[in-house]
């Protein structure tokens, strides 16, 4: 997956188990994506985590927000979640932040094997 010129490349991954991961396109209208991203999360709030490969953004409020959002155990199971607390809502995985600050696009073998990981 490379970037587009309408946006980057990214993995939703929703917390409802019988929601597929998709493939999706954040558009970038001048607001690093912003504005899709939390549409695609479904959230007001968005914390950015970086890890090595990618990048996550969650719904920073999910625990919090009348109800709460619900788990998202494929990403506990992918961040090897053992503290109780769970991840909540739909999450988005990115590409890396570029060294000039931005987004990244997710590369396809990375795609690739969070999909594997994430299915199991």
């Known amino acids: 997956m490379t970037a587009t010129t309408a946006g980057y490349r990214a993995l939703l991954v929703p917390a409802a188990l019988d929601q597929p991961i998709r493939d999706i396109v954040i558009a970038d209208n001048g607001d690093d994506g912003l504005a899709d991203l939390r549409r695609h999360i479904n959230c007001n709030y968005i914390e950015h985590v970086t890890g090595p490969r990618c990048s996550l953004w969650v719904d920073?409020?999910?625990?919090?927000?009348?109800?709460?959002?619900?788990?998202?155990p494929r990403i506990?199971?992918?961040?090897?979640?053992?503290d109780g607390w769970s991840i909540r809502?739909?999450?988005?995985?990115?590409?890396?932040?570029?060294?000039?600050?931005?987004?990244?696009?997710?590369?396809?073998e990375d795609a690739a094997r969070l999909m594997q990981e994430l299915a199991r």
């Open 60 to 72: 920073e409020e999910g625990a919090i927000s009348a109800p709460p959002r619900p788990s998202n």
């Open 76 to 82: 506990d199971r992918l961040l090897h979640r053992t």
């Open 89 to 108: 809502g739909n999450v988005v995985i990115t590409g890396r932040t570029t060294a000039d600050g931005e987004t990244g696009s997710l590369p396809a």
